[in-house]
């Protein structure tokens, strides 16, 4: 109640416009910059696909895009707001606050204290008064274009075949990925083949073939390969071989009982 009567008498004064306006002196303002904690402030970081989106706006003249590249892990200005990342939302962003500076730097951008905030609200932050309300609004239209394009076939990093192959063996496993043998290798007395697929619509995903030889001494030919498809065609992408399928291939051999010949 203490709390609530101290509110009540301060907007009784407010509404009377009684009391006298109390003014902080020097000594009370000298106290509170003793006692105020330092923000901790972080260099610019972002990740490789904002910094990617940046680079291509950057490429097409955009001036903010360039003068952001240029702040990238610079001492020479720390901000409140770092580890900036790009979200499923066109307009979002997410990043780290001050709050998380002792964050471990490999969670930095998978920490659960990351936080959202609008693209034009984080080149405000960052510029200032800089650049004009029209610059900004330009800039985030270029940005939603190039996000919606998303990267070109050729600036994307070749995929981890050993981070395919264990996320291959982990869904297998829990049950999301299902093999299925393959009709034409049934009657086949040296191979069997399973498949599974990956769909990212109903006419386009990847496919995996594994081929598993059933004699024990042939085991070690086994192999996996990995294909695009769509509609019209089946692209090859990538042929493992048993070094980085084994445990996948012992799995599937006990799962549906193969009978591997000694």
């Known amino acids: 109640m203490k709390y609530n009567n101290f509110l009540y008498d301060a907007r009784r004064r407010k509404k009377n416009k009684g009391g006298r306006r109390c003014y902080q002196n020097q000594q009370q303002q000298n106290f509170i910059a003793r006692t105020t904690l330092p923000e901790n402030k972080m260099s610019l970081i972002v990740s490789n696909r904002l910094i990617y989106i940046l680079t291509k706006m950057s490429e097409e003249g955009n001036k903010i895009a360039k003068d952001f590249l240029n702040l990238l892990y ?116 040296k191979m069997v083949r399973y498949q599974t697929r990956s769909e990212s619509t109903p006419n386009k995903g990847i496919v995996f073939d594994i081929y598993i030889f059933k004699k024990k001494e042939n085991c070690n030919l086994s192999f996996l390969t990995i294909h695009f498809y769509n509609k019209t065609e089946k692209t090859h992408i990538h042929t493992c071989d048993i070094g980085k399928i084994r445990d996948l291939v012992d799995y599937i051999i006990d799962k549906h009982k193969i009978d591997v010949e000694k």
């Open 74 to 189: 610079s001492d020479e200005k720390r901000f409140t707001m770092s580890y900036f990342d790009i979200t499923q939302k066109i307009d979002s962003l997410s990043y780290m606050s001050s709050s998380g500076y002792n964050v471990p730097e490999s969670e930095k951008f998978s920490s659960n204290k990351r936080q959202f905030v609008q693209v034009y609200k984080v080149i405000k932050t960052i510029f200032g008064s800089k650049y004009t309300k029209n610059e900004v609004q330009k800039f985030i239209s270029m940005f939603r274009s190039v996000y919606k394009k998303g990267p070109d076939r050729n600036d994307m990093p070749p995929p981890s075949v050993e981070k395919i192959i264990q996320k291959l063996l982990k869904d297998t496993k829990s049950g999301a990925m299902k093999w299925t043998v393959s009709k034409d290798l049934v009657e086949n007395d």
